[in-house]
């Protein structure tokens, strides 16, 4: 959205000056930007950190049994889990076993390509967790979402 308005802004900038009004639109846009920008997934040598539009999860990686790079399931698609939606077929999200159960985070949707280096960097700094193969889906209501 940002993209979007930022011409439209700069013209009317250029072309009448500063004006609260202008400031006032193209703040939360600004914002928006500054946020996507720090948004993803890091892994570090002990930790995950999810960082996503409302809030930011660090997970042990101690604490993770298990790791599904699984399609994306969320708000997006609505839920959805059939091969026919185009989300779910080619996005990928994580999917973390801690402790007793599995939790899904489809903040963090990416591509194959993208999840394929997450699931490299997660093994390199934990070998002891279990890589699922995520190409299944799971039932609505089986996991939990963060």
């Known amino acids: 959205?940002?993209?979007?308005?930022?011409?439209?802004?700069?013209?009317?900038?250029?072309?009448?000056?500063?004006?609260?009004?202008?400031?006032?639109?193209?703040?939360?846009?600004?914002?928006?930007?500054?946020?996507?920008?720090?948004?993803?997934?890091?892994?570090?040598?002990?930790?995950?950190?999810?960082?996503?539009?409302?809030?930011?999860?660090?997970?042990?990686?101690?604490?993770?049994?298990?790791?599904?790079?699984?399609?994306?399931?969320?708000s997006l698609n609505r839920g959805s889990q059939s091969p026919l939606d185009p989300l779910y077929r080619y996005c990928r999200m994580l999917v973390l076993t801690i402790g007793d159960g599995e939790r899904e985070y489809p903040e963090t949707i990416c591509s194959r390509k993208v999840a394929r280096r997450i699931q490299d960097a997660v093994l390199a700094a934990q070998p002891e967790i279990t890589l699922l193969s995520?190409?299944?889906?799971?039932?609505?209501?089986?996991?939990r979402r963060h």
């Open 1 to 74: 959205m940002a993209v979007v308005f930022a011409p439209g802004i700069a013209a009317s900038i250029a072309g009448f000056g500063l004006h609260w009004e202008q400031v006032a639109f193209a703040s939360p846009f600004v914002l928006m930007l500054v946020r996507a920008s720090t948004m993803g997934v890091f892994v570090g040598p002990e930790e995950i950190w999810i960082r996503s539009w409302w809030w930011n999860k660090r997970i042990r990686l101690e604490r993770v049994r298990c790791l599904e790079i699984d399609g994306y399931s969320g």
């Open 134 to 143: 995520g190409e299944h889906g799971s039932p609505p209501g089986k996991r």
